[in-house]
């Protein structure tokens, strides 16, 4: 019976309950306006990712995402960019973008109500997959090669 009882305990302590990602409207850098959910495509992940341009590591990441995207076109994700660049270091970001030729979508957020709402700790990079439902399937401190297995997972409707 404990044994049984212990089992049990420990299943229910792996379910896991699915925290919706926050919503969020925002203006675009460059202009026009970006709903959260509007993103958000059957069979598709959106990854959101929030990075500085003073942050080397971010920039190592984003590298690396969009080259990933770019080698596979088939990669079910869309990309969707939050800087955290403070209202003093906003300027950088333009010409971090032009630098790196980086054309992916962007929010500024200097004072850091969206990035608020996704993480306590304020570390950067830190990205997030949301899946097509809303859902927040992953969140990612820091680059990581797992990110893109999980992309193809969540898409084809195989997350664990």
């Known amino acids: 019976m404990k044994l049984t009882l212990v089992w049990f305990s420990l299943a229910l302590a792996s379910l896991s309950v699915a925290k919706v ?6 203006d675009l850098m460059g202009g026009g306006k ?45 990309l969707l960019t939050v800087n955290v660049d403070t209202s003093e270091t906003t300027t950088d970001v333009k010409p971090t973008l032009k630098l790196y030729r980086f054309d992916f979508p962007v ?4 004072k850091h109500e969206i990035f608020g709402r996704y993480q306590d700790q304020k570390t950067l990079p830190f990205s997030v997959l949301i899946g097509p439902s809303g859902n927040i399937e992953a969140t990612f401190s820091g680059y990581h090669e797992e990110m893109f297995k999980k992309i193809r997972e969540i898409a084809s409707g195989k997350s664990t």
Request: glycine share 2%; net charge neutral; aromatic share 8%.
């Open 107 to 110: 929010i500024l957020d200097p």
């Open 34 to 78: 970006v709903e959260m959910k509007q993103r958000l495509k059957p069979g598709r992940v959106l990854l959101l990712s929030f990075w500085a341009s003073w942050c080397t590591p971010c920039i190592e990441e984003l590298n690396q995402v969009t080259k990933h995207m770019k080698e596979d076109a088939k990669l079910p994700v869309d």
């Open 21 to 26: 990602a926050p919503p969020f409207q925002a």
